[in-house]
């Protein structure tokens, strides 16, 4: 598994923590947390060179 996926599968432990049972919370908060790791993971690969 990539780090990116084990980022993601993170992200939606913590989700599953924040919101419990409200799936219409849920529903709106994966694909933001998605997005936002996949940006994240993206600036860290460009930027890991240049440390």
């Given at each position: 598994?990539?780090?990116s996926?084990?980022?993601i ?17 849920c ?13 994240f993971?993206?600036l ?6 240049l440390?």
């Amino acid at each position: 598994m990539t780090e990116s996926c084990l980022i993601i599968l993170e992200s939606i432990r913590t989700i599953n923590l924040i919101v419990g049972s409200n799936q219409s919370l849920c529903l709106w908060m994966l694909p933001i947390v998605v997005i936002g790791t996949l940006i994240f993971s993206i600036l860290a690969d460009y930027t890991t060179p240049l440390i």
